[in-house]
């Protein structure tokens, strides 16, 4: 799947799809019906047979497809007309996290936990069982055992799994009842062993700008000074050869690049770089994620406000943060 086009520019738009025309095609019919007819279950179930063993693909079609059914009741019928097919208790699973994560409650974790189980079962090299399990227990609060032990199963059947590390950094986080030091210690921990165009590549920077983004909701002199975050030690090391290699075509291969690039743009303009930023700006042909630009308003809005900054800093030669 071309990641990069060389077309000029599109203008700025959310993107879910990142380029996945197959994803696109079955978004925009399901989006029109939305009311869990079987046609729905079967453009479902036929996009992700075909996506087969590529579980990078996997993950993010399931994931988008969750994040844009969830309440329309497809989910429901994918399980209902073929209850013991994987992909189905899957894609169950993830809508029933989307809901619990948005409610910050699971209604009936064990329903979960016994349908992810068996779909390992069914799909023993499938990761995607396990990555729905690390999320449950950003709801359910697993101890770190079990935390530990869903990671390795996980990791075992795809070390650089994009979902699973994002969902070990929120999980960690303290805004879901973990701390800052646990994350900076998961991020010490994988810092070193990711390879540079990883799926997962982004979990120091995502890790970072999510820091930055409490530092500016604090407000006064933390907010003032949150900037300095990405000036030094192992992050600016990051920073800098993110933005040197992520931008180049072909260096990314993952279906979501587009969102880590997202995190890069950000991350630039945060530091006062936003000429930096500029060639990711352009890879990213317009490509737009709500998050981490829709925390201080409007994503699209603040997005071309950097963008336009970027621009500036270009054409003035300099940094222009």
Not at 25 to 47: F, M, P, W, Y
Request: charged share 20%; net charge negative.
């Amino acid at each position: 799947m071309p990641l990069f086009s060389t077309r000029p520019s599109r203008r700025p738009r959310i993107s879910r799809s990142f380029g996945d025309t197959h994803l696109d095609k079955v978004l925009g019919k399901v989006s029109k019906r939305g009311s869990g007819k079987a046609a729905d279950a079967d453009l479902i179930a036929e996009l992700l047979e075909q996506t087969g063993s590529d579980w990078d693909l996997r993950g993010h079609r399931v994931s988008v497809l969750a994040a844009a059914t969830a309440g329309t009741g497809i989910a429901e019928t994918c399980l209902e007309r073929a209850p013991d097919d994987a992909d189905a208790l899957v894609f169950h699973s993830w809508t029933t996290l989307v809901r619990a994560l948005e409610e910050r409650r699971l209604e009936d974790p064990d329903a979960v936990i016994s349908r992810c189980h068996r779909a390992a079962e069914l799909a023993p090299d499938d990761p995607s069982p396990w990555v729905v399990l690390l999320g449950t227990a950003r709801v359910v609060r697993y101890d770190h055992q079990d935390v530990d032990a869903l990671w390795r199963q996980a990791t075992a059947r795809d070390p650089w799994n994009r979902e699973a590390f994002l969902q070990m950094l929120a999980l960690l986080s303290p805004e879901e009842g973990g701390s800052s030091a646990s994350v900076l210690d998961f991020v010490d921990a994988v810092r070193s062993r990711i390879p540079a165009n990883a799926p997962c590549a982004a979990v120091e920077l995502t890790a970072a700008v999510r820091q930055y983004q409490g530092l500016l909701a604090q407000g006064g002199m933390r907010a003032m000074t949150a900037g300095q975050l990405f000036e030094s030690g192992h992050l600016a090391a990051a920073l800098h050869q993110a933005a040197a290699l992520w931008p180049k075509p072909g260096f990314f291969q993952h279906a979501a690049a587009p969102a880590d690039l997202n995190v890069l743009a950000y991350a630039l303009c945060a530091a006062g770089r936003a000429a930096d930023a500029h060639p990711v700006f352009e890879a990213l042909q317009g490509m737009v994620t709500p998050w981490p630009w829709d925390v201080d308003g409007p994503a699209l809005q603040r997005f071309e406000q950097h963008l336009a900054k970027s621009e500036r800093g270009r054409q003035g030669g300099v940094g222009g943060g």
